[in-house]
């Protein structure tokens, strides 16, 4: 059969297609924004100077009725008889015009104040408007994914092993450590095809390589799916050794024997060299210690070190693609350890941690992971002086 991809690279390389297209794609859209901001703001500014010489002609418009109604009334001032007869019919006519002309100044102003103030008035009901639909297609989203992990069985994805089109599935009972990542679009789709395909392939290798961004900790991923393998019974071992690339290239495979039967998770594996991992791949075969190797690292060095060293490509089938996960995606692994930790919370607590993200590197999950359970053992220590076990978070525990 026909692999979907030839060689791991091929694979990344396709991720990092995609990622920059479309991060090209949100620029231009971003400059035509821009461009629509700077145009709207000239056309702003026209409609306000061809306003203001309008403002302007009522002015010598009014004044010009006062002069002419003088001169008429100083003639009936030497003619005492018709004094009676002209003052009636030109006193009201003169005072109807004189507050006619004081007060269209203040009503011009009291309509500019009114017409600030029904822009204003817009803008905020504009912004209360975007607000309740992004919280409605959060909603709408949130409902579509739950629908999609319902009807999982209906969705078909590429066996990485076969390259043929199978039911996509869904996680495993068993693994528990795992189901924290599932409400996050393609790494949840990655995580249910490789752990059933390795489920239906146990002859073939277990191997697993973790994409992240630069900055990006992904250790604790690594870590959960050694602990959900052990669960699954696809180790024999819960034993976990952890290593970053540049120790690994220094130390001698002997201190990896007691880890027969379980997995060895790689830091920064970009940076191992070629030599190094040829060896850790031929001690971790059955027949020798028996373990799983899980690489994590960032795309483009994992790219670079496919690329060159294309021989071991082949056992790394499985390729988890974390590097989009944004301040969501990240809220939906912090509601899902809670819960996977037994701890409960309300919103105010994840408001709250939404606001520490912004101290981390954007998708750090082992940072993220760490302050929770922080958060967690201050909980449980307030619960102690209190003499409660509630393992209820509060806001002062972040």
Not at 30 to 40: I, L, P
Not at 324 to 338: L, N, Q, S, V
Not at 344 to 349: G, L, R
């Amino acid at each position: 059969m026909k692999k979907p991809f030839s060689t791991a690279y091929d694979a990344i390389k396709k991720l990092i297609n995609n990622f920059f297209g479309k991060k090209k794609d949100e620029e231009g859209v971003q400059e035509g924004a821009e461009a629509a901001s700077a145009e709207a703001a000239a056309a702003e500014a026209a409609e306000e100077k061809a306003e203001e010489p309008v403002k302007e002609e009522p002015a010598p418009a009014a004044e010009a009725p006062k002069k002419e109604e003088k001169k008429p009334a100083e003639k009936p001032a030497e003619k005492p008889a018709e004094k009676p007869a002209d003052k009636p019919a030109k006193k009201p006519a003169e005072q109807a015009k004189k507050p006619a002309q004081k007060e269209a100044p203040k009503k011009k102003a009291v309509s500019k104040e009114q017409e600030e103030q029904k822009q204003y008035e817009a803008e905020v009901k504009r912004r209360a408007e975007r607000a309740a639909r992004r919280e409605r297609e959060e909603k709408k989203k949130e409902a579509a994914q739950a629908a999609r992990e319902a009807y999982n069985n209906e969705k078909t994805a590429t066996d990485p092993v076969t390259g043929e089109e199978i039911p996509l599935g869904s996680l495993p009972e068993e693994a528990t450590y795992l189901k924290k990542y599932m409400r996050i679009p393609t790494t949840s789709d990655d995580i249910i095809v490789a752990i059933n395909s390795i489920i239906r392939h146990p002859d073939m290798p277990k191997n697993i390589v973790i994409l992240g961004r630069n900055g990006f900790g992904t250790v604790k991923v690594g870590e959960d799916f050694a602990r959900s393998f052990y669960e699954l019974g696809i180790v024999k071992s819960d034993k976990i050794a952890k290593t970053k690339a540049k120790q690994l290239n220094k130390m001698s495979l002997d201190a990896l024997k007691k880890l027969q039967g379980g997995c060895l998770i790689i830091e920064n594996a970009g940076l191992v060299s070629f030599d190094k991992l040829v060896e850790v791949i031929r001690d971790s075969q059955p027949q020798n210690n028996d373990y799983v190797v899980i690489l994590t690292g960032e795309i483009d060095s994992l790219a670079n070190f496919f690329e060159e060293n294309g021989d071991i490509v082949d056992q790394f089938i499985y390729l988890i693609d974390i590097h989009k996960i944004k301040e969501r995606g990240m809220m939906h692994i912090a509601r899902g350890y809670g819960k996977e930790k037994g701890y409960k919370a309300e919103k105010p607590v994840f408001d709250r941690l939404k606001e520490s993200l912004k101290t981390m590197e954007e998708g750090n999950i082992d940072r993220f992971v760490g302050h929770l359970d922080e958060v967690m053992g201050r909980c449980d220590k307030r619960e102690a002086e209190d003499g409660i076990s509630g393992k209820e978070i509060q806001t002062n525990d972040i």
